[in-house]
């Protein structure tokens, strides 16, 4: 079973519109974190944000914005008046501690075709 | 600071070849790990290292290889290659505590297998 679902492959939207890119993730631990990536066409992978198991507080950073609730496991991501350079695969990924590290696997969703036209 | 480092960025494989994947980072990291990534299939783990002796499996492990003699390097094995084996490949690293637990990627290795 996956651990992170991003059930979105793809969302078109046209500039200026809003967008909310969803995941959903599954595990028993505690102690968890989860992050966003950005992957522009450029294919580099940028990191985005991270969130850990035991804070709640949506974020925002300008036009992003993120709504982490443990009721629904879920860490949605969204971009506020999209611009074209949005365009991009983004993926939510998982981090469950491992052999006592804070940091272990890390498990990324199928990640979200993002398009957004002038 | 280069940050992680990753050569070959293009290979071709034929198969049953065997060939390394180099990857280095300067910035002291103790965890390191690799990922291919596949359309539509997003980064799978292959395998990941939380310090210099210490190697453990991903998602799909098999048929790769990895050690980790320094904190620096991180190499990844292909024993014998094969055409699932074709993909993209992403090493990162980043700290095991404290600090925000960003990982760090290289530019990635476009791999061939024919």
């Known amino acids: 079973a996956q651990k992170v679902t991003q059930a979105q492959t793809e969302i078109s939207v046209v500039e200026k519109e809003d967008v909310t890119l969803d995941c959903v993730y599954e595990?028993?631990?505690?102690?968890?974190?989860l992050f966003w990536y950005k992957q522009p066409p450029s294919g580099e992978l940028v990191f985005l944000i991270r969130?850990?198991?035991?804070?709640?507080q949506n974020e925002i950073s300008g036009r992003y914005s993120w709504n982490f609730q443990k009721s629904t496991s879920s860490f949605n991501f969204t971009i506020t008046a999209s611009q074209v350079v949005d365009s991009a695969v983004y993926f939510c990924a998982l981090s469950e501690a491992v052999r006592g590290s804070t940091l272990g696997r890390l498990y990324f969703g199928r990640g979200t075709q993002l398009t957004v036209w002038p | 600071n280069a940050g992680v480092t990753q050569t070959p960025k293009f290979q071709v494989l034929k198969t049953g070849q065997s060939m390394t994947l180099q990857c280095a980072q300067d910035m002291n990291h103790e965890y390191m790990s690799w990922y291919r990534q596949d359309p539509g299939m997003g980064l799978r783990l292959i395998h990941y290292?939380?310090?210099?002796?210490?190697?453990d499996q991903g998602e799909v492990p098999n048929g790769y290889n990895v050690s980790r003699s320094t904190t620096e390097d991180f190499p990844l094995r292909l024993l014998s290659a094969a055409p699932s084996q074709t993909s993209v490949y992403f090493c990162?690293?980043?700290?095991?505590?404290?600090?925000?637990?960003?990982?760090?990627f290289g530019p990635g290795t476009r791999l061939t297998v024919t």
């Open positions: 595990t028993r631990d505690t102690t968890y974190y």
């Open positions: 969130r850990n198991s035991f804070d709640e």
């Open positions: 290292s939380v310090g210099a002796g210490i190697t």
């Open positions: 990162a690293s980043t700290v095991t505590s404290g600090g925000s637990y960003e990982q760090y």
